[in-house]
């Protein structure tokens, strides 16, 4: 089992950058397969970026290729998401989530994993 705490969200203009961590206070997240989601008010929650349990599978949304990028510090035992030239419409709270799949390929909705942190508000100002 793993609990998920994310950090690192705040309020950027339009072409600035954040980085997001998900770190796991309870258990080990290299043990994981692990996503970041994100959901904007009235608004389903969307798949944003995964990493495998390797760390050599990185799935993106179209709307962050590019732009974003996922990468593990398993000494830190954190995954984290490095957002750059943000868009007011990447506006939403993040979610960090996790799947005792080690594989993340094929897995993009929130039913696919089984852990979920708190999430992190994300603010970009036009």
């Known amino acids: 089992q793993v609990q998920l705490v994310e950090s690192g969200g705040g309020l950027v203009q339009a072409g600035g950058s954040l980085r997001l961590s998900c770190a796991a206070s309870?258990?080990?997240?290299?043990?994981?397969?692990v996503a970041w989601f994100r959901q904007a008010p009235g608004k389903e929650r969307e798949f944003v970026a995964g990493?495998?349990?390797?760390?050599?599978?990185?799935p993106y949304a179209d709307s962050v290729k590019g732009r974003f990028t996922i990468f593990r510090q398993n000494a830190k035992n954190t995954v984290n998401l490095q957002m750059n030239s943000l868009k007011f419409e990447d506006t939403a709270v993040y979610f960090c989530?996790?799947?005792?799949?080690?594989?993340?390929?094929?897995?993009?909705?929130?039913?696919?994993?089984?852990?979920w942190g708190q999430g992190t508000q994300v603010t970009v100002s036009s």
């Open positions: 989530a996790a799947t005792i799949r080690r594989s993340i390929a094929g897995y993009q909705k929130p039913n696919d994993f089984d852990y």
């Open positions: 990493i495998s349990w390797s760390g050599l599978s990185t």
């Open positions: 309870v258990g080990s997240l290299s043990s994981y397969a």
